[in-house]
């Protein structure tokens, strides 16, 4: 197969990991700088331009797209799909695990377990909105944030006012949640492949702190996670229409809870923990699925 990856840096660990493990199955890698692609739109046949040429022959597409470019790559991918190349995460399905809000709501719809959370641009009542959520403490996260970046943890309720205030005040629409605190300052990543969850790692923060995003120093380790997290993973990458999600998850005194669904999860922290090839089972997920023309979600918003 000809299969392309749309990554702003072929040296970062994910997508170098990526190239390897189809280049050892046999088939034809190429690293697209997701920005520099260009397109004709209103063409009777779509065409992705790339360095000058003309992108053609792919069988499949693998979006590492990063949160800064949501937008434009998104664009990208939905035109690789309609030249009916086959994407290992589909262009709407990417959208909707990006905006934080529609993807709790979708989560809620389905009946999968959240943290209690409120949502507010400007509320007129804001000691209302923290009662709405179990009062303090509480985590507060502006929409738009990634890798623990946007989020606080208010221990008190004059300081949860404060940084509400402080956040609205910058016109910033943010989300607040209810404190997990049996949870430890640790969560558990799922590894999500198609129907099965194919690795599994607990996160935990540093001293001190309550975020365990590896990037913000947090410690990784193996863990088993039970059936009920296992199937909670799997229903919230397909309520997001995922074929491929890291799926975060809070051990809560009543059952699992999903935090978020990362539609471009990050290998090395999941390798490098479990052992397990974790690209080389994303290629052969391709091999299985790849087929022209079969973006199912094609036209729907």
């Not at 597409?61 to 434009?72: K, Q």
């Not at 709501?105 to 804001?126: C, E, M, N, W, Y």
């Not at 509480?138 to 509400?164: F, N, R, Y």
């Not at 365990?212 to 059936?227: D, E, F």
């Amino acid at each position: 197969m000809k299969i392309a990856v749309l990554s702003r840096n072929p040296r970062l660990y994910s997508t170098r990991r990526l190239v390897e493990a189809g280049q050892q199955q046999g088939h034809e890698m190429q690293v697209i700088d997701t920005l520099r692609a260009y397109m004709n739109i209103a063409s009777h046949k779509p065409q992705i331009h790339y360095r000058g040429q003309a992108l053609e022959g792919f069988d499949a597409v693998i979006p590492r797209i990063g949160a800064s470019v949501t937008f434009y790559g998104c664009a990208v991918l939905r035109q690789f799909e309609m030249m009916g190349v086959y994407p290992l995460n589909e262009s709407v399905a990417i959208s909707r695990s990006r905006d934080k809000l529609r993807a709790l709501q979708l989560l809620s719809r389905k009946g999968i377990g959240l943290p209690v959370t409120g949502f507010a641009h400007s509320p007129d009542d804001i000691p209302d909105l923290i009662q709405m959520v179990g009062g303090a403490p509480l985590v507060i996260k502006v929409l738009e944030g990634t890798q623990g970046i946007g989020v606080v943890l208010a221990e008190t309720h004059k300081a949860a006012e404060s940084v509400i205030e402080a956040f609205l005040g910058l016109k910033q629409d943010i989300m607040v949640q209810e404190y997990i605190q049996e949870a430890g300052g640790a969560d558990i990543r799922c590894f999500v492949v198609g129907d099965k969850v194919i690795a599994a790692m607990k996160r935990q923060a540093k001293s001190g702190e309550f975020r365990s995003n590896l990037h913000r120093g947090g410690s990784a380790s193996l863990i088993k996670i039970t059936p009920e997290e296992r199937m909670t993973a799997v229903r919230a990458a397909r309520v997001m229409g995922l074929n491929v999600a890291g799926v975060d998850i809070l051990r809560s005194n009543h059952g699992p809870l999903v935090m978020e669904v990362n539609s471009s999860p990050g290998l090395e922290g999941i390798e490098t923990t479990t052992g397990k090839d974790v690209a080389g089972m994303i290629i052969q997920y391709l091999e299985k699925n790849a087929e022209p023309g079969q973006t199912r979600t094609k036209g729907r918003g």
